[in-house]
């Protein structure tokens, strides 16, 4: 089956820099690949997602690369907020069964 | 209301008993999935139900059974709970030709 690794496990950045989490998947047929951001005591939420046809994707302060050759995608959050202190997990499926990474705390410092 | 309720929330059990723990969904998938949290481990798929009477197992399935009442329901089952069930469950849906999974907000559930 499909094998996702996550990186870094934390991340703690200054308000207004950037933060940017790796992954890495081992399933070449893989071709849809979403991020969630869980919020304490809440269920993950899908924030963006690529599809495999695709290279990078943006929304707003947000952005996902993907690299099908290397086999690698990553997370870019330009500007961070507060609001933005969250786990991230990066997942990776060639069907309808999302494989997750193990998740990136991120801090964002006032 | 939330589109994928589950119940309950929070629940402390005794080693030995047999637990359950309800998903409904309002969101009309046929797909639904239990996923397991743990610390460092990420989000494992414990079982998978594609329709009503489809049940497939997932990568971490021993010691747990499923059962899918109805399209908008599905259970999951510790016959006989130990402590290192001690975890975070989700319960998810997804649908159509989409891939995109939708959690609910899971349940706490702590083996003593």
């Known amino acids: 089956g499909e094998n996702v690794e996550q990186h870094p496990s934390t991340l703690s950045v200054q308000e207004g820099d950037s933060a940017v989490i790796k992954c890495t998947y081992s399933d070449s047929a893989s071709n849809y690949f979403p991020w969630y951001k869980q919020e304490l005591g809440k269920g993950p939420q899908l924030i963006i997602d690529?599809?495999?046809?695709?290279g990078e994707k943006k929304d707003q302060r947000i952005a996902v690369t993907l690299n099908k050759t290397a086999k690698h995608f990553s997370l870019h959050i330009t500007e961070t907020q507060p609001e933005d202190s969250a786990v991230y997990f990066c997942a990776a499926t060639p069907d309808y069964k999302l494989s997750f990474g193990a998740g990136t705390t991120v801090t964002v410092r006032a | 209301d939330a589109d994928v309720t589950q119940t309950p929330r929070n629940r402390i059990t005794k080693t030995g008993k047999r637990i359950m723990l309800e998903c409904s969904q309002t969101?009309?998938?046929?797909?639904m999935y239990w996923y397991r949290q743990d610390p460092g481990l990420g989000l494992r798929l414990i079982y998978y139900s594609f329709d009503v009477k489809d049940i497939n197992k997932g990568e971490i399935s021993d010691g747990y059974s499923v059962s899918r009442q109805a399209q908008a329901k599905f259970s999951l089952s510790l016959e006989s709970a130990i402590p290192n069930q001690t975890a975070l469950y989700f319960c998810a849906t997804s649908g159509g030709g989409g891939n995109t999974i939708y959690f609910g907000e899971g349940s706490w559930l702590t083996v003593v």
């Open positions: 690529i599809r495999s046809n695709v």
């Open positions: 969101k009309g998938h046929d797909r």
